[in-house]
Nanobody, 119 residues
Framework: VQLQASGGGLVQAGGSLRLSCVGSGNIFGINAMGWYRQAPGKQRILVATITTGGGTTYADSVKGRFTISRDNAKNTVYLQMNSLKPEDTAVYYC??????????????WGQGTQVTVSS
């Protein structure tokens, strides 16, 4: 599975950005796709995920500001980010995972896209 992310950039606080991630390759059986982020000196953390069926999960810090969506026909996941804050600054990574059996999870990662929010 290959994931190609795009849409990062520099924006002022209060602004918006939209990230896109296109999946290709052996995408059969992919369960959830989503976004994680990693700020300098910090661990990579979950931002939002969406399952094939449309179920979503958000980090508390982005609830009400970010919206994740998915176009299964295009194997694409989007992250609409509104009301951006300086603390949203990070490298954002696209993720896809499959669970071939109970307790087994396989993760795939995109190359990361930088989001910088200036105050």
């Amino acid at each position: 599975v290959q994931l190609q992310a795009s849409g990062g950039g520099l924006v002022q606080a209060g602004g918006s950005l939209r990230l896109s991630c296109v999946g290709s390759g052996n995408i059969f059986g992919i369960n959830a796709m989503g976004w994680y982020r990693q700020a300098p000196g910090k661990q990579r953390i979950l931002v939002a995920t969406i399952t094939t069926g449309g179920g979503t999960t958000y980090a508390d810090s982005v609830k009400g500001r970010f919206t994740i969506s998915r176009d299964n026909a295009k194997n694409t996941v989007y992250l609409q980010m509104n009301s951006l804050k300086p603390e949203d600054t990070a490298v954002y990574y696209c993720n896809a995972n499959r669970q071939p059996s109970i307790g087994v999870r396989i993760d795939y990662w995109g190359q990361g896209t930088q989001v910088t929010v200036s105050s």
